[in-house]
């Protein structure tokens, strides 16, 4: 369904609607679901319309169904989670990143003393720091070599977007206004606030700190991922210089010393080799990109792959990278414990 709404809205604006519909009709049975398509193209004129409100969100919330539910313990975690998940699924280098930077500060939270409170909020801000990605475009994360000062000013806005929709829900502000400070530093050198250290609560200093950690053991399109103790060496340079919190870093670091909770193996029967296979498949990583990676022949590979999508109960590459977002299995080495 929102395959056919994107291609919808993308060609509406361009080509108008009967173009849009023509288009949809055309893809029908190949790229989209024949059913969709129909019941799409049925109610186009009414669907179109949406398109030309004044807010789309008040629109969404005007037609949902029913008694207009507020989502709050369990099933707020599992919707911020799910927002994440959604976030991180921008870049193949960003799959379970903003899973584990919640996890991790939400450990080094605890490890602060920090009020129960904050931890809950350091726990659910870590999942939805990065929401503000999809508003920037994938070229720019994906880029291997440096960017320029326009790319640079794109990045620098995607924490700005996260702070600006959870600013229109009230009772996510909060969450929204912690989760948007995750790139401030303490000397005012941090984006987009520029906020000096007065301004930032320890809960933000803690994911401040957890995000950075936590990135810099994951691999990017400009490096590989760092050891975690050249990214241990990188958050204590950033203490001295006075960019970020010493008691956040220390919370951090100690968090992610923390034995596995759980034996990654033990995940719907999958392997050892099977693990770091699903892993660099969730990256985007071809299968001979997989061989070459972990010294193995294509063909070996190939059967890996196949057992981990019989094992996982999956048929596609999306699905098995969302079954290892899902379980924590494409971070660091080392989880949380």
């Not at 989209?32 to 969100?57: C, I, K, M, Y």
């Not at 994906?142 to 996260?162: I, N, S």
Request: aromatic share 6%.
């Amino acid at each position: 369904m929102v395959g056919v709404a994107n291609l919808a809205a993308i060609c509406y604006r361009v080509e108008g609607s009967d173009a849009a519909l023509h288009t949809l009709r055309r893809r029908s049975g190949t790229a989209f679901d024949p059913a969709v398509v129909s019941a799409f193209t049925a109610n186009g004129a009414e669907l179109f319309a949406a398109l030309e409100v004044d807010s789309a969100w008040d629109c969404v919330l005007e037609v949902e169904p029913g008694e207009r539910r507020v989502l709050s313990g369990k099933r707020l975690d599992e919707a911020l989670r799910a927002m994440g998940d959604f976030a991180d699924l921008k870049s193949p280098y960003l799959v379970g990143h903003s899973g584990g930077v919640a996890d991790l500060a939400a450990h080094a939270a605890k490890r602060c003393g920090l009020p129960t409170g904050d931890v809950v909020v350091a726990r659910r801000a870590g999942w939805v720091h990065d929401i503000g990605r999809v508003a920037v475009s994938s070229a720019i994360w994906d880029k291997p070599g440096p960017l320029t000062r326009g790319e640079w000013e794109k990045v620098r806005l995607h924490a700005y977007h996260c702070d600006r929709i959870f600013a229109r829900q009230g009772l996510l502000e909060s969450i929204g206004c912690i989760a948007s400070m995750h790139h401030e530093r303490l000397d005012g050198s941090g984006y987009f606030r520029q906020a000096p250290a007065g301004q930032q609560p320890p809960a933000a200093r803690v994911l401040a700190a957890a995000d950075a950690y936590h990135a810099m053991t994951e691999p990017r399109p400009h490096r590989p991922a760092m050891t975690s103790e050249q990214a241990a060496a990188e958050l204590r340079a950033e203490v001295k210089a006075g960019r970020l919190d010493p008691e956040a870093v220390g919370g951090v670091l100690d968090a992610a010393g923390m034995p596995v909770g759980r034996r990654r193996e033990q995940v719907a029967g999958l392997t050892a080799r099977e693990i770091e296979v699903l892993r660099l498949l969730a990256r985007g990583a071809s299968i001979r990109g997989i061989a070459g990676t972990l010294q193995i022949s294509p063909k070996t590979a190939d059967a890996h792959i196949q057992h981990i999508y019989a094992k996982a109960g999956v048929s596609s590459r999306a699905a098995a990278t969302l079954f290892a977002m899902q379980h924590g299995l494409v971070g660091s080495e080392t989880t949380t414990g």
